[in-house]
């Protein structure tokens, strides 16, 4: 099929201009025009997957067409095994949003509205290859998610918007800096294949204000793409976003954006700026694992379910951060293990965490709260530092077992593709930096308490009294969670399809990162 790349991202905005003509309380319509739009870009992106040749790690179904000539502004799309895993993931999740945002019944034509376009912009990112392109997608991607957060989230939604806006937008800001910086410096042009090559030898020994420029510019777009991960310091908008974001929008920012920001690094800043790659590389183990332990103890702290999640999250994105750093190091097998490694973590933490919002989706639907334990200060003072549930698993048997194997997932147990993913980046970890590894395996460790402590909780021991009249899962809420739990089952099991993916692609990055070690 020609120009599926262009299919791909622009049907999303065919399906908000349908929903745009359908009146507005004709919401069922409206859902499933939504629900259409998104399985089509999914059957898309699947028939992609195997019509791509997994065996080269080049670009392949490029799209190119002069854009705006005069500033060599070009509409280029490609796609290669780094960008199709993120695709998959985007297609595949932004089909299961659509049926966990099902009971949205405020101003249903803007929410799904906004959700496709969400949706363009994400899947733009991944296929961009001018960077002009790339960072108008960036901002798309922006704005459709401060309004889902800020109009459908919860009571302190305002705020968590108005801290994602602008952290993400401060990154935005950077990003442009070093964009026009490699305009003007490397050919007056934004082709990313081009700069590429050109950018290493333009910024060799060019200074500005007394500074490197290929350092420069390596710091301007490490910190765009780290607040996006979030690397650690950068990190503190993440858990209000995540609580205060309705859940299928939790859904999109753990499962898919926050990839954006590791995805960045691996499709522009490594093959761009290998030698600061070289350099930088231990600093980002370091970060990796900060990530790692201090989002661990984060989530152990929380009594917020949804929180506690999204601390997870920082946490595990740590070790995409560590694998990405193994780039460096003096085995071979050590570096493809860990960049093997991080582009699957990518993949696999984006099905996973997306299980567990839904998950605590399904169980705040019922109870109208996530309280693990009240909080001492809790309105209602006779529930004030009580347990909020208690024994569920007598009651709620199938979402039960679906928690448990989810919390395993995410815990890296063997047989999940969580597993896999991990092992992987802490090979490549191990084999370039010893040390910082060793200490960064304590959060398997702390990964295990908060987990195993909030099941506990929540599903062992005596039925609580409040929870009798709960239900168990619901067929729509199935229809969500299974298919997610089924990728994550047969990746743990048998992992080859989404290695051989990644792999040609992940060798090309080491071969230009090696050319300078």
Not at 192 to 200: G, H, R
Not at 464 to 476: A, F, H, M, P, S
Request: glycine content about 8%; charged content about 10%.
């Amino acid at each position: 099929m020609s120009n599926i790349l262009s299919w791909i991202i622009w049907l999303p905005v065919i399906g908000m201009l349908a929903i745009s003509l359908i009146p507005r309380d004709n919401s069922k319509i409206i859902k499933q025009i939504a629900a259409i739009t998104s399985g089509i870009q999914l059957l898309l992106a699947t028939y992609l997957w195997q019509v791509f040749d997994s065996s080269m790690g080049e670009m392949q179904f490029m799209e190119r067409v002069e854009w705006i000539p005069s500033f060599n502004i070009t509409y280029i799309l490609g796609v290669d095994g780094l960008s199709l895993p993120m695709v998959l993931l985007m297609a595949l999740i932004g089909f299961i949003g659509i049926f966990v945002s099902w009971n949205i019944d405020k101003a249903v034509k803007g929410y799904f509205s906004l959700f496709l376009l969400l949706n363009t912009g994400v899947m733009g990112v991944f296929l961009a290859l001018d960077f002009f392109l790339f960072y108008i997608f960036w901002e798309v991607m922006l704005l459709p998610m401060y309004f889902l957060i800020g109009m459908w989230g919860g009571p302190q939604r305002e705020y968590a918007a108005i801290k994602f806006f602008l952290y993400t937008l401060a990154g935005s800001v950077l990003m442009l800096i070093a964009i026009l910086a490699l305009y003007f410096t490397c050919g007056n042009t934004f082709d990313m294949l081009v700069l590429m090559e050109t950018a290493p030898v333009a910024l060799n020994g060019m200074l500005w204000w007394g500074m490197s420029a290929i350092k420069v510019i390596w710091v301007l777009l490490f910190i765009g793409f780290a607040i996006k991960v979030p690397v650690f310091p950068f990190h503190t908008w993440l858990p209000l976003a995540h609580v205060e974001a309705p859940t299928a929008i939790s859904v999109i920012l753990a499962g898919v954006l926050l990839k954006m920001g590791t995805y960045g690094l691996l499709r522009i800043s490594y093959p761009l700026l290998p030698s600061e790659v070289v350099s930088f590389s231990y600093c980002l183990a370091i970060l990796g694992v900060i990530n790692i332990i201090w989002g661990a103890m984060n989530a152990i702290a929380q009594i917020d379910m949804k929180k506690m999640v999204a601390y997870s999250s920082v946490s595990h994105m740590g070790y995409v951060c560590l694998g990405m750093a193994a780039v460096v190091s003096n085995n071979p097998a050590g570096s493809h293990a860990g960049m093997n490694g991080a582009v699957m973590q990518m993949f696999n933490h984006g099905t996973i965490t997306a299980m567990l919002f839904i998950l605590v989706g399904v169980i705040y639907d019922q109870a109208h709260h996530r309280w693990i334990m009240f909080p001492s200060d809790y309105e209602d003072k006779d529930l004030a530092g009580k347990p909020g549930f208690g024994g569920l698993g007598s009651q709620m048997p199938i979402y039960t077992g679906l928690v448990a194997f989810t919390f395993f997932a995410g815990l890296g147990l063997p047989g999940l593709s969580g597993f896999i993913s991990e092992a992987l980046c802490f090979i490549g970890g191990f084999s370039a930096f010893k040390f910082i590894t060793v200490i960064g395996t304590l959060g398997i460790l702390l990964n295990a308490i908060y987990f195993l402590r909030a099941y506990q909780r929540v599903f062992l021991g005596q039925l609580n009294e409040r929870c009798k009249e709960y239900t168990d899962i619901k067929n729509l809420e199935l229809l969500a969670v299974v298919p997610l739990a089924i990728v994550v089952l047969l990746f743990g099991i048998y992992p080859a399809p989404l290695i051989d993916l990644i792999s040609p692609a992940v060798e090309n990055i080491i071969a230009i990162i090696q050319s300078v070690n």
